[in-house]
């Protein structure tokens, strides 16, 4: 039988349409979760939104990854680490310039953000998880969307928390938390990319 690579072609296909798909939902909930994170005055929303746009991120350099070299693929799985290092501690900045700032938070607005966010990223997750035995890059993004699972939970559960307390705390405890998931991803992709490790 002739090797004419047609399963790998149409593997890369439907990794690309995949993560076209996990691209448009996060950078959509990155606009969305921003400007209900600035109205409700919300440090774990913001700190979420800006967690959707890494991610959107990643997936952007994960697609233009998708049937390149071993080296290409890791170096955008490199590049992908330092972009969510980079805005985990742009969270944690955030986190604590709402903190010296005040501010109240909204914890209803918290918590129906949370959920729709949860229904977004719990999708992407779904799409996701069918190609995460893939290279480093697949890998990296379930890494990502599972994490934002745990985030989008943390958020509905800190509203609540505010809500019923009338604190800003559980708000900006939420956030230091997602800022500090988003920098162990990184750093666990950068891991992943340096030692090279690869789908056989």
Partial sequence: MTDCGCELEAEGDAQRRTLRVVLAIN??????????????????LIADSLDMLADASVYAISLYAVGRAANIRRNAATASGVLQLALGFGVLIEAVRRFIGGGEPIGVAMMAMGFIALIANSFCLWLIAKHKGGDVNFRASYIFSANDVIANIGVIVSGLIVKLSGSQIPDLVIGI??????????????RMAGSGEEAS
């Fill in 177 to 190: 938390l997602i800022a500090s998931v988003v920098v162990r991803g990184g750093i666990k992709i950068l």
């Fill in 27 to 44: 950078a959509a909930m990155f606009v969305v979760e921003i400007i209900a994170g600035v109205l409700a005055s919300s440090t774990g």
